[in-house]
C-alpha cells in the first residue's frame, strides 16, 4: 500500500476562495482523522471518521470548515471562504480498527494570502 | 475530553549525551500511548508506543515508561545522535482518536 495519500501537498489561494483538501486512506483501515498543524497551536483534530461516518467534529474550528467521506476511500475537507488565519499544515491520518498506530499522510501545506 | 501536556517545548543536547521527554496526561482511562517523531517538513512518524498494561518499553535507543497512577509518561533516548533531531510528540487516547502534546523540538549537536 502507498500509505495514506493527500493532495495538493501545496495550496496557495486568495482570502475568499474555496479550498479543497484531499485523502486517499490506507485500504482497509476504518477510522480517518484530519488535523491540522500550526507552530501555536501544535496538532489539532478538527474532525474524525469511522467507516465513513463523522463522529466528532467538535474540533471544526467554523462554520466555515466541512468535511466529507462519500465512501471509503477518499474524504474531503473543505474551507468557505478562506481566511489568512487557516494558513497551516493539514493532515490527514488512518488507522484500523483498535487502538493503535495511526499513519500520517504527506499533509497540505495551505497558504491563504 | 483528555488533555496531553509535554515538557519541555525545545531541548538541546550533546551528542552522545540522553534526552529525556515528558508529557502528563489527564484521563485516568486513556490506555494507548505512542510517540511521534517528525523531520522538518515531513509526517508524523510513530517511533515508539506503550499500552497501559506496560510499565516499560525499549527499542534500541528508546524508551518509553508509563506511570499510570501519576497518569505521566516519558520518552528517553540515549546515545543521541544528529539524526535524532526533530520534533517529538507524545499522544494519548482511550479507543478515540490521538490526543497530541504540543511537541519538543529536539537539537542534537555535534
Known amino acids: 500500500d502507498a500509505g495514506v495519500i493527500q493532495s495538493p501537498r501545496h495550496e496557495v489561494t486568495e482570502m475568499g476562495q474555496e479550498v479543497t483538501l484531499r485523502c486517499k486512506p490506507i485500504?482497509?483501515?476504518?477510522?480517518l482523522f484530519w488535523y491540522r498543524q500550526t507552530m501555536m497551536r501544535g496538532l489539532e483534530l478538527l474532525i474524525y471518521?469511522?467507516?465513513?461516518?463523522?463522529?466528532?467534529d467538535s474540533g471544526m474550528p467554523e462554520d466555515r470548515f466541512s468535511a466529507k467521506m462519500p465512501n471509503a476511500s477518499f474524504s474531503t475537507l473543505k474551507i468557505q471562504p478562506s481566511e489568512p488565519r487557516d494558513s497551516a499544515v493539514y493532515f490527514c491520518?488512518?488507522?484500523?480498527?483498535?487502538?493503535?498506530?495511526?499513519?500520517f499522510g504527506q499533509g497540505t501545506r495551505l497558504t491563504v494570502v | 475530553g483528555e488533555n496531553v501536556e509535554q515538557h519541555p517545548s525545545t531541548l538541546s543536547v550533546q551528542e552522545g549525551d540522553s534526552a529525556v521527554i515528558k508529557c502528563t496526561y489527564s484521563d485516568s482511562a486513556s490506555n494507548y500511548f505512542p510517540w511521534y517523531k517528525q523531520e522538518l517538513g515531513k509526517r508524523p512518524q510513530l517511533i515508539i508506543d506503550?499500552?497501559?498494561?506496560?510499565g516499560e518499553k525499549k527499542d534500541q535507543r528508546i524508551a518509553v515508561t508509563l506511570n499510570k497512577t501519576a497518569k505521566h509518561f516519558s520518552l528517553h533516548i540515549t546515545e543521541t545522535q544528529p539524526e535524532d533531531s526533530a520534533v517529538y510528540f507524545c499522544?494519548?487516547?482511550?479507543?478515540?482518536?490521538?490526543?497530541f502534546g504540543k511537541g519538543t523540538r529536539l537539537s542534537v549537536i555535534a
Open positions: 471518521f469511522n467507516n465513513n461516518v463523522p463522529i466528532d
Open positions: 491520518a488512518s488507522r484500523p480498527t483498535g487502538n493503535t498506530e495511526a499513519f
Open positions: 485500504s482497509g483501515h476504518d477510522y
Open positions: 506503550i499500552r497501559s498494561n506496560v
Open positions: 499522544a494519548a487516547s482511550i479507543n478515540t482518536p490521538l490526543v
